[in-house]
Nanobody, 122 residues
Framework: VQLVESGGGLVQTGGSLRLSCAVS????????VGWFREAPGKEREGVSC????????YAADSVEGRFSSSNDARKSTVYLPMDSLKPEDTAVYHC????????????????WGSGTLVTVSS
């Protein structure tokens, strides 16, 4: 599975961004695509996960109500719209793919992308 993220950038507190993850090489079976983030000095954090058929999504408590994954099967792309951004959301966001969602994490991980940087200024 190959994953390529895009859409990161610099935004002010309270602003919005939409990350995209182009997915290729998946099997026809059910699978999960999610997002995790990495920031200097912090632990890796699961952000959101969505099943390949759409519908069921999961989000971490820290982003609940602000971030929510969506899936466009025709474009083989998963999106992460992010609203009401805060400085603590600053991180490199990685897209990941695997067998299923365990809450906001992708479990039985298959692969992940190189990430896209999101910087939220105060």
């Amino acid at each position: 599975v190959q994953l390529v993220e895009s859409g990161g950038g610099l935004v002010q507190t309270g602003g919005s961004l939409r990350l995209s993850c182009a997915v290729s090489g998946t099997t026809s079976g059910d699978h999960a695509v999610g997002w995790f983030r990495e920031a200097p000095g912090k632990e890796r954090e699961g952000v959101s996960c969505i099943r390949s058929g759409g519908g069921t999504t999961y989000a971490a408590d820290s982003v609940e109500g602000r971030f929510s994954s969506s899936n466009d099967a025709r474009k083989s792309t998963v999106y992460l719209p992010m609203d009401s951004l805060k400085p603590e959301d600053t991180a490199v966001y990685h897209c990941s793919a695997g067998a299923y969602c365990s809450g906001e994490w992708v479990d039985a991980l298959d692969s992940w992308g190189s990430g896209t940087l999101v910087t939220v200024s105060s």
